[in-house]
């Protein structure tokens, strides 16, 4: 347990209430981002790299994607 | 229940599971070093057995591909369940898409982006291809380099424009390629019943550890599974796309 990953876990626990805490679902869209690739980390460290992989592809790229698709169509804005 | 009461409620929950959960914590093995018995069993299992480098790949491919061809099947029915709720309706048209149209200056991308575009698509395209291909010997595999070639489709739409996503990713291409990946993976398991090993057995030639082609089945499963996933993914984004850019109901 050495402050890499401390840190690296506290990062996780405050992306993870900030992304909670984003109201507006544009935003949390993008939050939502940060988070897949705060847990990524954590995953590196904690020697899981397919995991990380994983992760990073869907929380950062498929989840905020599908979600501004979803808003977009919804709200009937410009995507 | 109104807010004040339920709050208590969380608070009163928080605190029970944070005196389960921090002795539980406390009892776990430390970081790095435990001396866990599936581990031990599994490693020797995955290199000499079956001569693959990457104990995770042979696991999931392998020693539990019978979970695997089980993800499968879910992904499969989210695919076929996205693309029958997001069908076209009676009442629906299918247009050209909107953004496009009404605000052609606003719709395209800068010269910058697409530069940018152009390299990293084909960039992220090969990195997934390579993490199925290698998925046996380093850290990836098929499931990841199917997300990662599927994020590089994605980006073909974000960093240039919806006409080059749609030719790419265009469904009556798609689901049969992925249909056809998923009957290949369970072709590859019912050879394994034929030889009388079981389903889903590793019946090829096992090769030499750290060379491409050695674990036998596992590469074999793994580009099946990537190609799956690829499209799966792929057809799902595309019919969201649609819906969101083109479908316009009355």
């Not at chain 2, 090969?126 to 990836?140: C, E, I, K, R």
């Amino acid at each position: 347990m050495n402050l890499l990953l401390v840190v690296s876990m506290l990062a996780v626990a405050v992306v993870g209430t900030g992304v909670v805490l984003t109201r507006d679902p544009l935003r949390q869209a993008a939050a939502a981002g940060a988070f897949g690739l705060v847990m990524a980390v954590l995953f590196v460290l904690l020697r899981a790299p397919d995991a990380a992989i994983s992760e990073i592809a869907v929380g950062s790229v498929f989840i905020p994607g599908l979600v501004l698709f979803a808003v977009a169509k919804t709200r009937g804005e410009d995507g | 229940m109104i807010p004040r009461a339920r709050l208590l409620l969380f608070f009163v929950g928080a605190i029970a599971v944070g005196l389960l959960a921090v002795p539980a914590f406390g009892a776990l093995p430390a970081l790095g070093h435990a001396g866990d018995l599936v581990g031990d069993v599994l490693v020797p299992l995955s290199v000499e057995a079956r001569r693959t480098a990457n104990t995770v790949t042979a696991t999931m491919f392998d020693m539990r591909a019978i979970d695997t061809v089980g993800e499968e099947a879910i992904l499969f029915a989210a695919v076929a369940g996205t693309s029958l709720l997001l069908r076209i309706l009676r009442e629906e048209r299918e247009e050209e898409p909107e953004i496009e149209a009404r605000a052609p200056q606003v719709a395209q991308r800068s010269p910058a982006v697409r530069l940018v575009g152009v390299g990293l698509v084909g960039l992220l395209a090969l990195v997934g291809l390579t993490m199925f291909a290698q998925g046996h010997l380093s850290p990836g595999g098929g499931f990841q380099g199917g997300v990662v070639v599927a994020g590089a489709v994605l980006l073909v739409y974000l960093l240039h424009d919806y006409a080059a996503f749609d030719a790419l990713a265009d469904t009556d291409r798609l689901e049969p390629v992925e249909g056809l990946a998923i009957a290949a993976m369970l072709a590859v398991g019912t050879a394994g019943l034929l030889t009388g090993e079981g389903f889903l057995a590793n019946v090829l030639p096992l090769g030499d550890l750290g060379t491409l082609p050695s674990g036998g089945t596992i590469p074999v499963l793994n580009v099946l599974s990537g190609v799956a996933v690829a499209a799966g993914i792929s057809i799902i984004l595309a019919e969201f796309a649609e819906q969101t850019l083109r479908v316009r109901g009355d």
